[in-house]
């Protein structure tokens, strides 16, 4: 590993201003992500912040009827809080089918959006990798891609984003907060907050160099039954192959969000208009452009037979 400084910030304007001071620092939270990758040193940051004592570890109710999560809240006390298992259940059921019990302990909400894919040349830094160092090109195209991105990729990279509990706040319509040094604070839909690929895989979302994401805020519940069904290749400690979060009302409607099949959690207005309708015109809306490669073309009906098993569940709620 290569050496670093390192400092406790106390607020989340003085971790913002020592991020300006030092370009290139990186905030630490749970370090469950940036930890392996500093040892492997695909991140190298001469300098860490560690934002675990800038008191953001709440959860509030919004005036509007939402729920405020502070960036340090631990995906375990998430899961576990009870305005969120009862308004928000697809989150709850996304974080708990996520890592393990003792990362979850770990892992935070601004960490866990923030954690880098998991494509197996990202982390062997033996192989070309654009993500992990911009213009080397791509082993995954060509090799093996049986974990990649079935849609919204490009030719310079087919990685997924990972995270569970992205999946289920995309669902849920979520909202990023963040500020910068100079006090500026901003407000970021998670659906603009993942960049797609395109020839910059290394920039993977919306945030500016040295920005702090300081809460995530949910809007008021909108009821209905909700699932979150993950497909992974063992049942604990695995990432997922495909992941459907639905929310399904008493008439029919909805809306979906797929995890495992692109660099952000996956969801469109005409996937959601067409959940009446069942889960085949669901992923044809959503995956009806993918293109995936010989590895991973069974995503695509995995995802279906994913959305089916939740649809056939009647009211019985599933992760
Ligand atoms: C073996 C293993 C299995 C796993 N399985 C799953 C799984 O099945 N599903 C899943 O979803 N996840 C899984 N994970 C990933 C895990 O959920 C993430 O590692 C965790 O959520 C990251 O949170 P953290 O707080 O530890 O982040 P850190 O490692 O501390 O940070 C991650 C990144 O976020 C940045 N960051 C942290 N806080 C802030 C902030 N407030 N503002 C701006 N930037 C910030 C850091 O600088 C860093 O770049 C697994 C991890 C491991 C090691
Ligand atoms: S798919 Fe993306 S992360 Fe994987 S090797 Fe290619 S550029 Fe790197």
Redesign the pocket.
């Known amino acids: 590993m290569k050496t670093f400084t390192y400092q406790r910030a106390r607020t989340p304007a003085e971790a913002a201003e020592a991020a300006a001071r030092h370009p290139g620092a990186?905030?630490?939270?749970?370090?469950?992500?940036?930890?392996?990758l500093m040892k492997l040193e695909i991140?190298a940051p001469a300098h860490l912040i560690d934002?675990n004592g800038i008191g953001?570890d709440k959860i509030e109710p919004t005036p509007e009827g939402g729920l405020r999560v502070g960036?340090?809240v631990r995906?375990t006390d998430l899961a576990a809080d009870a305005t969120v298992r009862s308004g928000y259940a697809v989150l709850s059921r996304a974080l708990l089918?996520?890592?393990?019990a003792q990362?979850?302990n770990?892992?935070?909400t601004?960490?866990?959006?923030?954690?880098?894919t998991r494509c197996p040349y990202f982390y062997d830094t033996n192989q070309a990798c654009n993500k992990r160092q911009p213009g080397s090109g791509c082993s995954a195209i060509g090799g093996y891609s049986r974990q990649l991105a079935v849609v919204g990729a490009s030719d310079a990279c087919i990685a997924t984003h990972?995270?569970?509990?992205a999946v289920g706040m995309r669902a849920l319509d979520a909202v990023v907060e963040?500020v910068r040094a100079d006090g500026a604070g901003r407000r970021i839909p998670i659906a603009e907050f993942y960049r797609p690929p395109g020839a910059t895989p290394h920039l993977e979302n919306a945030?500016l160099p040295g920005?702090?994401?300081?809460a995530v805020v949910l809007p008021a519940p909108v009821g209905g039954r909700h699932h979150y069904q993950k497909v992974?290749d063992r049942a604990s400690?695995?990432?997922?192959l495909v992941s459907v979060a639905a929310i399904v009302q008493p008439d029919g409607g909805g809306r979906v969000a797929l995890g495992g099949v692109a660099h952000q959690p996956w969801r469109s207005a005409a996937g959601d208009a067409a959940l009446p309708r069942g889960a085949r015109a669901v992923i044809a809306a959503l995956l009806g452009k993918a293109a995936p490669t010989k590895d991973n073309a069974f995503k695509v009906a995995l995802a279906e037979r994913a959305l089916q098993s939740i649809l056939a569940d009647g009211g019985k709620a599933k992760s």
């Open positions: 990186r905030f630490i939270a749970g370090g469950t992500n940036l930890l392996d991140e934002v953001l960036a340090l995906n089918a996520g890592a393990s990362l979850r770990k892992a935070t601004a960490g866990n959006l923030l954690q880098r990972p995270s569970d509990m963040t945030l920005e702090l994401i300081t992974r400690y695995a990432f997922a």
